[in-house]
């Protein structure tokens, strides 16, 4: 089914055929629909065929993406659609979609004829990072075997150069840097995802089991985190530290 | 909307589509190891990848494969990986895919072949297995609780449980038993890559890939 944004246009057309006396309707909708989310940029090709009086046949569709220094994605089908993808692989700007495809008519005394369309897509380089909410947590974090000694979240907002939020999933990683030792002697995990569909993420923060906080001990971490979403590095940076009993982020 | 106009055989046709017309050409883009790796975690085949960090995270990770029977498979994985830029041994280890690069530190894969024993049954989750009994077999110390941040989604499913019966087991041997347990998840290891492999020869990181490229990893650092 074609979504409704890609709701049907038709367009119909008299062909006269050299040998053929009734009048034929060739009506093609050519659909090329590009997305970008989760470093990709995708295009899905749809065609409908509307014509009427001739017999078409042997149908291929191809769909194309264009980055923006002409690296590209090319795939074919037999029939009538089609779809492919190309990673960002760090460029960012605007992308070019193509649908193109062929097939044999019955009007052409079965002769190759063809269809084709396109839309470009912009795709924004991720470039800062908006603190939206943050908070403490009830339950049990992963890995641990009780309660945590905390549990905490903030929730960000991924932007473009302008400061504009950027409304697609893209993948979040995070770095370390100025790190001061693991007194704690716990292991440090790190979970990498993506952000939902409006460029927004929750990281999560949180200790337990904490050999070097027991009777009394105590322990401070300290290290600079960095996010990344699609692999480019996100302003500002955040300075992070950990005790016994709390954690703090600061830009 | 724009019509395009075709001529052909003498015959004229008019196309409505719903966008601007485009004309590039262009060749086409070779796939990311995280692509591959990704895949297999999407069809749920037991693997791990020992590689360099941008090897294993960089890229897209929507792809996938038709069968996860090995014989089936075999020929597709070893040809998807022959088509990499990293090249990377493929082996079939007790049900488990093995990929690993071929440049990848001795002291490091020494590491992995490092034989732990436990002495009792453990039952937990692939969290604490990974952050615990793995840890524990890398850094050959106890170690304690876990200090995480990040993203953490429900498509990577930490709480699925995990037994580690009894016995004698390599670092490669207990991920591979998380894997064989937990389908869809693909562990792996990595190392900041060739230049500096000496220099953090005592440092590693490891953890799991899920379905959809989420990944959850676990940092060592002054390991023995």
């Excluded at chain 1, 105590?218 to 992070?240: E, K, M």
Aim: hydrophobic share 35%; charged share 15%; net charge neutral.
């Amino acid at each position: 089914m074609i979504p409704s944004r890609l709701a049907a246009i038709a367009v119909g057309l008299a062909v006269i055929a050299p040998s053929v006396v009734a009048a034929q309707s060739m009506s093609f909708s050519v659909y090329t629909a590009p997305s970008a989310a989760n470093g990709s940029v995708t295009v899905e090709s749809t065609v409908l065929d509307y014509s009427t009086g001739c017999s078409h046949w042997n149908y291929a569709t191809t769909a194309k993406i264009y980055s923006p220094s002409n690296r590209s994605a090319t795939s074919t089908s037999n029939g009538l659609s089609a779809y492919t993808s190309l990673s960002f692989d760090s460029e960012f700007g605007t992308y070019t979609t193509a649908t193109t495809g062929t097939y044999n008519c019955s009007c052409i005394f079965g002769s190759a004829a063809g269809f084709g369309g396109g839309q470009q897509i912009q795709v924004p380089r991720p470039t800062n990072i908006e603190l939206t909410g943050s908070g403490s947590l009830g339950g049990t974090p992963n890995g641990c075997s009780g309660p945590p000694r905390y549990f905490k979240y903030r929730d960000y907002q991924v932007k473009d150069q302008n400061n504009a939020a950027i409304s697609r999933s893209m993948g979040i990683t995070e770095t370390f840097s100025n790190a001061s030792p693991n007194c704690f002697g716990v292991a440090l995990v790190e979970g990498g995802g993506a952000t939902n569909g409006q460029g927004q993420f929750r990281d999560y923060l949180w200790l337990c089991d904490a050999p070097g906080c027991n009777g009394g001990g105590s322990c401070t971490l300290t290290r600079t985190q960095t996010f990344s979403a699609d692999g480019q590095s996100l302003s500002p940076s955040f300075a992070q530290t950990y005790t016994c009993s709390n954690v703090t982020v600061q830009e | 909307m724009r019509r395009l106009l075709l001529a052909t055989s003498g015959v004229v046709v008019i196309i409505s589509t719903n966008q601007a017309a485009a004309q590039p050409a262009g060749g086409a883009q070779p796939e990311s190891l995280k692509s591959v790796v990704v895949g297999l975690a999407n069809a749920g085949v037991p693997a791990g990848i020992v590689a360099a960090e941008d090897a294993v995270h960089r890229g897209d990770g929507t792809s996938g494969f038709s069968s996860k029977e090995p014989e089936a498979l075999r020929p597709v994985l070893r040809a998807r990986v022959a088509a990499l830029a990293v090249p990377l041994s493929t082996e079939l280890v007790g049900g488990v895919w093995h990929l690993k690069a071929e440049d990848a530190p001795a002291a490091l894969l020494a590491r992995l072949n490092r034989s732990t024993r436990l002495t009792a049954d453990v039952d937990g989750t692939v969290a604490s297995v990974l952050y615990r009994v793995v840890s524990q077999a890398l850094l050959q110390r106890d170690i304690g609780g876990v200090l995480g941040t990040g993203l953490f989604s429900n498509a990577c499913r930490l709480d699925q449980p995990i037994r580690m019966k009894v016995g004698e087991y390599s670092v490669e041997a207990l991920l591979d038993e998380v894997v064989k347990q937990a389908p869809g998840l693909v562990w792996f290891v990595s190392y900041p890559g060739p230049a500096r492999a000496t220099e953090a020869s005592n440092r590693l990181t490891f953890g799991i890939v899920c379905p959809g490229g989420e990944n959850v990893k676990v940092t060592l650092s002054d390991l023995p």
